[in-house]
């Protein structure tokens, strides 16, 4: 079933007509109809996120900004009107594939595809500390849906052919990453497809793994994350401990911050959220800034690269359930590696002895073991000698008698102790 929706001519054209006469007002404002109950605005938050703190946005700036690279986002929108995505040239017109008609993807009805451009590519603004890990990058905002969850928190279903449109879309449309918060058990050849096309197209394919886990047993691969050569990513806590949620599997080549994460929300402030759909952005955005500095690699190596240099886990290396690690878009942007395997080590070389100096080292070594013997015998001779003449001397004094000691005079028994041995004075009977 097609998970398209239509909106009036008039109510488009409506639309339109506001944005073209009202250049400096909102244009991305949903169209009329096209939002059953939108969300509103958020407060503004200042303070700098931890996940930014973590993976060291500030520093990473430094190196890298994601300049003249196209993230695509295939979610719910982007709301082009949020204060750090309005610059001009920062959102671009996109397309929306959920309703019916030539719609762009810059709006949003929920915050969803807003909040992950944002982490991805939000600016910096004075007096707020949350700005996207790429904020250079340029976002390509492609709707497939209308909001990431129902009332109950279960995922709401996404049509195959809708998500597969989206994405090729995408890579036909000058997009150098592309940014899949969406996951399912589903293989469907559809979204396969298009994967495989947007691979061929040289762009990186980065997906949530879901957040339908239960205790801690690997569960069967989700899609499309599940897919070879898609980044497949996990979240994370503050403490780096995977989220109950995130799933666990093969699917999993990599981790990032997932769990009370702050990013954009549509019409103005932030929020925060959980799961894995907020933690792949950030490795989407870690592409994006490998791309940037090293334009040179192809998008099998920018995927190695990320994973090479990933920050280990609790899991391990390659566990299923963290990947292999931490992403660490830092090192990923500045460490320089190589794609040579490790050269063996040189043999050792001996060096060729001088057989003179050789018949010097072993006369030296016989003239001391020598000397060392003879020492020895001539202290023992001496301490024997020593000893023969003391016996001499002693029994020529005595005559070669005997020598015996004399006893001391026996003194006279007492039968008993004398008073003063007493503490206390002895009975009147003892004094007689």
Known sequence: MRSLRTVTAAALAA???????????????????????????????????????????????????????????????????????????????????????????????????TAVASIIAARPAEGIGFAGLAPDATILPVRVSERDATGEGTAQAIDPEVLARGIWYAADHGADVINLSVAGSLDNRFVRDAVRHAQSEDVVVVAAVGNAQEGTAPGPATYPAGYDGVLGVGAVDPTGTRLPSSQIGPQVDIVAPGGGVLAAARAGGHRYHEGTSFAAPFVAATAALVRSARPELSAEQVVQRILATATPAPGGLDSQAYGAGLVDPYRAVTDGLVGAPPSPPPPVERPATDPAQARASAWWDGSTSASRVAAVVTLAAAVLGAAVAFVLLRGRRSRWQPRRAVLPARGPVRDELPDELFVVPPPPADRL
Do not use: I, M, Y
Not at 41 to 64: F, H, I, K, M, N
């Open 15 to 113: 639309a339109v007509t506001g944005s073209v006469a009202s250049p400096g007002a909102a244009v991305a404002a949903p169209p009329p109809g096209a939002c059953d109950n939108p969300s509103p605005a958020s407060p503004v938050v200042r303070e700098l996120p931890w996940a930014q703190r973590t993976l060291g946005a500030q520093a990473v700036r430094r190196q890298a900004t994601g300049s003249g690279v196209v993230v695509a986002v295939v979610d719910s929108g982007v709301d082009s009107d949020h204060p750090q995505l309005r610059e001009p040239g920062k959102v671009l017109r996109g397309q929306d594939f959920f309703l019916v008609g030539d719609l762009p993807g810059s709006f949003d009805c929920v915050s969803h595809g």
